[in-house]
């Protein structure tokens, strides 16, 4: 099989014949800032047809786990280790040496390129200074970032410096820097489409060796503008290009809102799935699509807003649909992920033979219809928050208990905090003991003291209160 033999496997090429296989190429697609619970294909508002027939295809995980933000997310991604292995428990909380550059870590695509993969990264550099993604492991990049002589706007007003990822729109007339040289833009180029173009350049190029490109994808992300009379401005949704009923831009724009984000994604989706199947491709790619936490937008009838959540699950459970090339359709899954999972599953796919030390675990086996020893919990941390889940029980960052069985989605959790019921305490009792093996942050720690220290000092900065039932004090 091509996850226990690694690059000595064999497959059936359809006709009756064994024909030695490589190993799959991957696309790792990352939205920015929406939840699971949007998306039609987990009973969502938002239609998501090409993310429907990818999931058709594949999985859908319903219960994948990231952190409530940004950097520490994708620090856990790109690590495969939880924020009390690598430092990152917030955005502002990073250690002083980052992970790229920290031996204890090797970055996903710096281990893909050692087990030889071509790699590349398109999109959003977060965590990171500067334009260089050599130093993530990439070989190939497309990046949102300044270089001089462009002269764009930028994606948030409040940035002191031009010289970040927020230093130019990430849009219209975007800073985009290729394999270390800026690439001229105008007010007509959207910066999806451009990222796209350079992602199927990339998976078309003509190679002896399989590939992975990690499209960091900016949308829905919302921009930021300044307002007259305001001081802290605005943050909105951008304009996406409108589509004729072919799929073709028409030339005029689509008001931005999550939804037309969400769906221009979805359409930039298909667009890359055409690409492969006409690059002779899909049959050898696996394509996986989540985001790296809840949506940024206050709604529903409780006006409460997912990332930054320390309720339940609602900043961190995120969209995780895999599908194309070996992988076996096995349609909606209970089968508990969380971030710390990418690391291995790219390395069991890729036959990678070097050195492994990372928090997660390998779904490689269930994805490609071989035997699979899941999980029996999944856990997550920020701030001083822990969450902690298995198949019929949540513990969330603010120690509130539920019940999820035959839950449909999170407003159906039944709170179960303060309940005296046998099952329910020793159910609780049980995930006591595994918060026993999640350090809270240690704030006196060198690497992340000043960090730490600046963090409690930002109105979001202070320590969550944690709920504990009387039965475990």
Sequence with gaps: SLVSAGVAAWIDDGQGNLAEARPPNIIFILADDVSAGELSPYGGSIPMPNLQRLAEDGVLFRDAWSTPVCAPSRAMMMTGKYPHHTGYYENPVCPEIPFWEDPRHLPILKMMKEAGYATSMIGKKHPGDGPDAGVLGAEDWLIAWYWPGH?????????????????????????????????????????????LKHLLDFTGADRHKPFIAYWAANLPHKAHEEVDGSPEGRWYYTDVPELDKQGRPTGGKVPGTLESNMQYLDHLLGRLREGLARQGRAKDTIIFFSADNGTAEIRGSNEVMDKNSYDRDNGIRVPLVVGGGPVKPRGSSDVLLDFTDFWPTFAQLAGYRGPRSTDGHSFAPYLLGEPFTPRETIQMAMNNARWVRDNDWLLDGRGR?????????????????????????????????????????????????????????????????????????
């Design 151 to 195: 002269d764009g706007p930028r994606q948030n007003h409040w940035s002191p410096d031009r010289n970040d990822m927020y230093g130019v729109a990430w849009y219209w007339h975007p800073g985009l820097v290729r394999n270390g040289k800026g690439v001229p833009t105008t007010l007509e180029d959207f910066g999806p489409d451009l990222e």
């Design 401 to 473: 208990f539920y019940d999820t069985r035959g839950a449909a989605n999170r407003d159906e959790y039944r709170d179960v905090s303060e309940c005296a019921d046998p099952e329910v305490m020793a159910a609780r009792r049980r995930f006591e003991a595994h918060l026993q093996r999640i350090p809270l942050p240690d704030e006196n720690d060198p690497a992340i003291r000043r960090a730490w220290k600046r963090f409690r000092l930002m109105p979001q900065g202070k320590p969550v209160a944690v709920f504990r039932p009387a039965y475990l004090k």
